[in-house]
């Protein structure tokens, strides 16, 4: 819960028993309608101001900016009393901000810091922490990693609750799709999937990120010209994000290529 909340409930509880008490004592209407405006307003105001994780997210999803993003997740958890629980939760959802940002670096840390720590996840918490792991692995090329969490993803997906076993499939698919990438197979079918994507009418970050795997998936089958066009796309974008950087490298990579 968030802090500001708690505290506000409690004040909240310490007028209303004020006001019970002043029943008793006064009949003046203004101190009563006052009294009420100060737990009423501060709930209003709150409620104006305060973002929750999906708010975040969304606005990440439309202005792709990573450090405003990693800067809003950080300060959201800062102001948040959290269970045990939930506290391994925030570790691994921030742990994926990382990624976001470039900072491999850091993700690999944050990652590190959890692993005495799975033995006693929930089923969707180790599903969370094998695929923030799955992305660091294709980040670094290291497919076999990546593919022997996803067997274990598989495993999960098979022991949860139908409702819950929807929501990890959807989320399997892309993660596969990516490993298939890097180990250089079923690379149509990967490139199908981004393009039906790219042909919905996604938020900015899935279309730039739909363009930068399509440029991965031409480079690897050698049509080059096509995976300019890809890299240009998500680079020219100029977003405060890895994707802009890495798009950069493969073209500097490309050329250099060519010249070669």
């Not at 104006?48 to 994780?53: E, P, Q, V, Y």
């Not at 009393?81 to 470039?102: A, N, P």
């Not at 950069?248 to 290529?257: A, P, S």
Request: net charge positive; with cysteine; hydrophobic share 40%.
């Amino acid at each position: 819960m968030r802090k500001k909340r708690i505290w506000y409930l409690i004040f909240s509880l310490i007028v209303s028993i004020a006001i019970f008490i002043g029943t008793f004592y006064t009949t003046n209407d203004i101190t009563f309608y006052i009294a009420i405006s100060l737990i009423i307003l501060p709930n209003f105001l709150m409620s104006r101001t305060s973002k929750s994780i999906l708010m975040i997210m969304n606005e990440f999803a439309n202005n792709c900016d990573s450090n405003l993003y990693l800067k809003n997740i950080t300060n959201f958890y800062k102001s948040c009393y959290l269970t045990k629980k939930q506290k391994i939760d925030s570790k691994i959802f921030l742990s994926s901000v990382y990624l976001e940002t470039g900072d491999l670096d850091t993700l690999y840390q944050k990652l590190n810091e959890l692993v005495d720590e799975e033995k006693n996840f929930s089923y969707f918490q180790k599903y969370s922490y094998y695929r923030v792991w799955c992305s660091y692995f294709f980040e670094k090329k290291e497919s076999k990693k990546m593919s022997a969490l996803l067997e274990q993803m598989e495993k999960i997906i098979g022991l949860v609750p139908d409702n819950i076993k929807v929501q990890m499939l959807v989320n399997y698919k892309p993660i596969r799709i990516k490993c298939n990438i890097l180990e250089g197979i079923y690379l149509d079918e990967a490139q199908n999937f981004f393009t039906e994507l790219l042909s919905d009418n996604i938020a900015p970050l899935f279309r730039l990120s739909s363009h930068y795997y399509l440029g991965i998936i031409n480079y690897k089958k050698g049509n080059l010209k096509k995976a300019v066009e890809e890299f240009k796309y998500v680079s020219a974008s100029e977003r405060n994000h890895a994707l802009v950087t890495k798009s950069k490298n493969y073209l500097e990579k490309i050329n250099k290529d060519v010249k070669m």
